[in-house]
């Protein structure tokens, strides 16, 4: 199930016990199409880690995908992703771990001096990624298996284990 809305009073509308709508909405246009699914996998990592969730960026408009370098069929143009942060020195790679226990597909990006975000989504394909544009080119570098992911980042210049978010 889906929660399409236009804009307006309806995007302070309580998504679940810590997230409202508008946290979720385009930055571009304020349109929202987001999936419950995502909802409610987020409230239920938000229960864990016990501190509130910033949404970096949920859903987008084709537009405004495009026009930040990314595709019009993206899963945040579809509603099932989000970038998120804690604001907090909470170890980025132990959030990792947690969160690919919720969701399927799992992104960590590290953007400046020690610090980073999460991204997540619900396509059903499992995949997981690292994204460094501090110490690495900027380029994805993809894992269908956890222990792919950690040999890999045992040997790159970033120390992963060891970012905040």
């Known amino acids: 199930m889906y929660v399409i809305i236009n804009g307006g009073i309806e995007l302070k509308r309580q998504l679940s016990e810590n997230f409202q709508a508008l946290e979720f909405a385009c930055s571009h246009c304020g349109q929202l199409k987001i999936s419950m699914e995502l909802i409610n996998k987020l409230q239920e990592f938000r229960n864990w880690v016990g501190k509130p969730i910033h949404i970096n960026s949920g859903y987008r408009c084709p537009l405004h995908s495009v026009e930040i370098g990314s595709k019009r069929t993206s899963e945040h143009c579809l509603g099932n992703a989000a970038d998120i942060r804690i604001d907090s020195t909470m170890n980025m790679y132990q959030m990792f771990t947690k969160l690919i226990t919720i969701f399927p597909r799992v992104g960590m990006y590290h953007t400046h001096d020690g610090?980073?975000?999460?991204?997540?989504?619900?396509?059903?394909?499992q995949l997981f990624w690292i994204n460094d544009r501090v110490n690495g080119t900027g380029k994805y570098i993809y894992f269908r298996t956890i222990p792919k992911l950690e040999e890999y980042i045992a040997n790159t210049k970033t120390n992963w284990k060891a970012l905040v978010m």
Do not use: A, C
């Open 115 to 125: 610090r980073g975000f999460i991204h997540v989504d619900t396509k059903k394909d």
